[in-house]
């Protein structure tokens, strides 16, 4: 069973979709998601305190910074603007593809677990999540 | 096929869970580990010379110093101790799933490779790894 | 249905098994690609501008230098050369194994996605990625 969750992001940030992925799967077995794209990433974050995503989100940005910083004169892939070498930074580090067993119709997330696509770029995309649920024959 | 693992940590560190894991897995097909938590995460490492694991922690806690060292002053989601939001980032940087094929009952691991729970928090915590195994049909 | 990819590598950078992957997967599942070894990574990334795969090899020499480069003069496991812990170290932080939905007998890769074995050691070594497809009953 496969499915395309489609996410128009605003820049800069991490959207859930742990809602919209949930109601998809059904029965027992293993989802599978793979983010279509080289400059954004997936990630199964806490989705309690939202200060753990801003802190993350300032994490990354002081690991990978903007290339018109001092300290990423050494990028030679900087025509499509600042941003763009590193999110394709970004998207090596953070995972392109996540794999969560389901059960009896539900996802095993942890208590404090959410689902997030992570945007690395300035400007809004569009942005494309290939889905895929195996069912158990038996299990 | 599922189950689910559980690891007593007993603070920061690497443990091993391969027996554990290999004893469980039968037949052919592609194993799933996915860990229920937002701050330990799952790695396959070099299991030979311990000295691999002291120095990925070493590296580790130098990537992402405790919430009490000044570089890293701008967290904001300290409440629940120094070793909380730094746990929470190096869950984003390392592997919250892994999949490995399993071929006659055996993981496809390499000679070297040992799989382990690494925990970010300094104190014991009890963690859940979610295991599925599909089963080939036919291969 | 599984197989094995080998690739010889000659030392550090990246190199690219879209097309040996592309023509081994068929019919509609998930591809999951684990890569045998503790010293190099699975990644996919952006295939158009080489630049791209030069930068994201220079952030990494950045990020994990040298054992010989005075900020990493921490390491311990250093008998088998400079380059050895430092590339345990980058694969811990980069992928061990890939996951991509397969519709129709062609992988779900973006438009700019290819995928490539990173080699973190300074010489040549035989490499080893263990291949496994599960094809949906019915989908």
Redesign the interface.
């Known amino acids: ?2 499915t395309t969750f489609t996410i128009t992001t605003s820049g800069l940030g991490l959207y859930e979709i742990t809602q919209e992925v949930s109601s998809w799967v059904r029965g ?3 989802l ?1 998601l ?5 400059s954004a990433s997936l ?4 989705n309690a ?1 939202p ?2 995503q ?3 989100m ?3 940005s ?3 910074p903007s290339a018109d910083n001092p300290t990423m004169q ?4 900087t025509l499509e603007g600042p941003d763009d ?1 590193p999110a ?2 970004k ?11 389901v ?1 009896g119709g539900r996802m ?6 959410g689902i997030y696509l992570m945007e690395h770029r300035n400007s809004s995309h569009r942005r ?1 999540i ?3 649920l ?1 069912v ?2 038996t ?1």
């Open positions: 069973m496969q027992s077995g293993v599978t793979f983010l279509c794209h080289t990630l199964i974050q806490e305190d200060d753990v801003t802190d993350l300032a994490f990354f002081r690991l990978v050494f990028l030679t892939h070498m394709h930074i998207a090596a580090l953070l995972p392109v593809s996540l794999q969560i067993p059960l095993r997330l942890g208590r404090w677990q494309e290939a889905a895929h195996s158990d024959g299990s």
